[in-house]
């Protein structure tokens, strides 16, 4: 082995060739295997996730149901959906978003992640099926549409 010696130090070992392109090589092979491994925790629900504020609940017959003083959230993130809404509780769900669609299913209580059925959350304004219509998304607007009525929702 080579050894390299700089003015007024003490020398220091170079590996050979050889060794240097391994290393090389085996560092890059780390990096590529850290990075893969983080790939299945990426975020695909776009403007969707983050942490939205009810705006505005109306019915079928177009009267309000509720305002932002109820204090109605919605957070999504990955494949999770928390609903909470203020003296009512805090709920978690499983969903699934396409670009028209809003699926919610598997809905728990907390916080002992009891399974709850629809209705049980239906004063957080989840319609009886857990199915909405993606009606406007936005960076900061969304509008979620059912059967039983409109959401309006300000990213918060």
């Known amino acids: 082995m080579r050894h390299a010696k700089t003015e007024g130090s003490q020398p220091t070992a170079i590996p050979p060739k050889p060794l240097r392109g391994f290393l090389r090589q ?19 629900n776009g403007d969707l996730g983050g942490m939205w504020q009810l705006t505005e609940w109306r019915d079928t017959q177009d009267s309000v149901v509720a305002t932002n003083e109820q204090r109605i959230y919605y957070s999504f993130q990955l494949q999770l959906m ?25 809905v728990y209580s907390r916080p002992y992640d009891e399974r709850v059925s629809f209705e049980d959350v239906s004063e957080c304004g989840i319609p009886k099926d857990g199915k909405f219509r993606v009606d406007a998304l936005s960076d900061s607007h969304l509008v979620l549409s059912s059967p039983e009525g409109t959401l309006t929702f300000r990213k918060y």
Do not use: M
């Open 26 to 44: 085996a560092s890059l092979a780390v990096l590529i295997c850290l990075l893969a491994s983080c790939e299945n925790k990426r975020d695909t």
């Open 82 to 106: 928390k609903i909470q809404r203020s003296g009512v509780g805090t709920f978690l769900a499983l969903f699934t978003h396409t670009p028209d669609s809003l699926f919610v299913d598997s």
